[in-house]
Nanobody
Framework: QVQLVESGGGLVQAGGSLRLSCAAS????????MGWFRQAPGKEREFVVA????????YYADSVKGRFTISRDNANNTVYLQMNSLKPEDTAVYYC?????????????????WGQGTQVTVSS
């Protein structure tokens, strides 16, 4: 079992920045690929970004490329999402997810564990 706890969400003006953190506990954190997904009201959960177990490979949704950066600190069991140049359309609940087995980095169905989510609201 892995427990994931997100933090760092909040209200920010368009063009601003936020950094989300996801703290993991349980099984060996470095064994997991990690991802961030988001869900806006009335919309399906969508892929945002993912990182492999070592941090050597990252994967981004087109909508966030060049603005968001994922990183991980395996020594401290934490993954980060740095979000810059935020837009109102980035408003959503952001979820951290962990994937132990192989599968698509982009598909929510590939992830085994999920956090409770943190709200990000970007005002125009």
């Amino acid at each position: 079992q892995v427990q994931l706890v997100e933090s760092g969400g909040g209200l920010v003006q368009a063009g601003g920045s936020l950094r989300l953190s996801c703290a993991a506990s349980g099984r060996t954190f470095s064994s997991y690929a990690m991802g961030w997904f988001r869900q806006a009201p009335g919309k399906e959960r969508e892929f945002v970004v993912a990182i492999n177990w070592s941090g050597s490979s990252t994967y981004y949704a087109d909508s966030v490329k060049g603005r968001f950066t994922i990183s991980r600190d395996n020594a401290n069991n934490t993954v980060y999402l740095q979000m810059n140049s935020l837009k109102p359309e980035d408003t959503a609940v952001y979820y951290c997810a962990a994937r132990y087995y192989s599968g698509s980095f982009y598909s929510a169905q590939s992830y085994d564990y999920w956090g409770q989510g943190t709200q990000v609201t970007v005002s125009s």
